[in-house]
């Protein structure tokens, strides 16, 4: 019972800080953009607490999986007044801002923009935190494996990758990742050896107790961080959660990602943050706060990433709609942006019903 609470606090505090940061982000540049901010809440539901300052509501609600910053003219306004349940803040004579949709085409997109910036802002945030406590693996071959595809293309134990497919590879993981997303082919390798550059090509080999195919490269040596090597390696971590986030995005539309692979709220609670927390308490509070640091950094990058995506009811849904004001020189017709986010409003609704149900077949049902 007690691991469970625990967990659940761990999968709050993460949470809670990567939706923050992303509404923040809107709010902070907003207020500088001279919009009013109406609400700034996180969570959705009902409301648990609530105040009022400098003309913005500020609330937290029930359930902790989200949260908004309502703007002034944004998507509750139509036609200058208020719709039933839109917060009641009085702005006379525009004293905390404007509306959003009275701002110049420009701070919009700052605006619009700003959400996911922050969440990057918060990633390289963590990241240098956690490069700062832990070891890392560079991109070495400390073992190169018996009869695999990398010694049968003449690596070496001691030869230190520099890139695959010419992808440049910075970390130990960049390899593993790059294994996870390989889809056939050969591999042309550069690698360094004794100081001098060389080039090779390699045939990944199927394992079929991993059940994927493997490059045969291993590193167990950790390397700790100081001073300037702690900046790169900040840069290393949030570029291979970059890739990992679009590499991951591009197995989805492939196709090559299982329905039991995609996780909610709950299953990130649960096979993410509880199943690391469970794996990594014996090792003391140290490693757990590492190990939380790292889901945090994952999280925070993919909403950062995933927020861009041009679709409605997401912050790339409307930069879509800034951008096309921007070209033709003219906002789109208020009430057709106002369908096309409600439809998008639906999809989400539908998907969050089925992604959490797809938590619970898998917590509970799939072993």
């Not at 394992?207 to 790169?232: C, H, P, Q, W």
Request: charged share 20%.
């Amino acid at each position: 019972m007690l691991n469970t609470l625990v967990s659940i606090f761990w999968f709050l505090l993460i949470f809670s800080v990567v939706v923050v940061s992303h509404e923040f982000g809107h709010f902070i540049i907003a207020r500088a953009n001279g919009i009013h901010v109406v609400e700034f809440f996180v969570g959705f539901g009902p409301t648990i607490i609530h105040w009022t300052k400098g003309g913005t509501k500020y609330s937290i609600k029930l359930l902790p999986l989200g949260g908004a910053c309502v703007f002034e003219g944004q998507d509750d306004v139509a036609d200058g007044t208020y719709k039933e349940g839109t917060p009641k803040i009085d702005n006379p004579g525009g004293k905390y801002g404007g509306s959003f949709l009275e701002a110049n085409v420009w701070k919009r997109l700052a605006v619009t923009l700003a959400g996911p910036a922050f969440n990057i802002i918060l990633g390289f945030i963590i990241a240098f935190i956690m490069v700062n406590l832990i070891a890392i693996r560079e991109p070495v071959a400390t073992q190169v494996a018996e009869g695999g595809a990398a010694q049968a293309a003449g690596l070496e134990d001691g030869d230190r990758i520099l890139s695959l497919n010419g992808q440049k590879i910075c970390l130990y993981d960049d390899i593993l990742l790059f294994n996870a997303l390989y889809s056939g082919g050969d591999v042309d390798v550069e690698y360094m050896r004794d100081g001098e550059k060389y080039k090779t090509t390699l045939t990944p080999v199927f394992d079929s107790e991993e059940g994927r195919y493997l490059i045969g490269i291993m590193n167990s040596d950790f390397v700790t961080l100081k001073g300037i090597d702690a900046l790169k390696y900040t840069w290393y971590e949030v570029r291979y959660n970059f890739k990992m986030t679009y590499g991951s995005l591009f197995m989805l539309v492939r196709g090559k990602v299982k329905t039991s692979d995609i996780s909610g709220p709950v299953g990130i609670a649960v096979n993410v943050v509880g199943k690391t927390y469970e794996q990594t308490k014996d090792y003391g509070f140290s490693t757990v706060v590492v190990n939380m640091l790292n889901i945090a950094l994952m999280l925070t990058i993919n909403l950062g990433i995933l927020n861009l995506l041009p679709i409605p009811a997401l912050d790339g849904g409307r930069l879509m709609f800034i951008l096309i004001e921007i070209i033709r020189g003219k906002p789109v017709p208020r009430d057709k942006e106002a369908l096309v986010n409600f439809i998008g409003v639906v999809f989400f609704i539908v998907l969050i019903v089925l992604v959490f149900f797809n938590d619970i077949r898998n917590i509970f049902f799939v072993k």
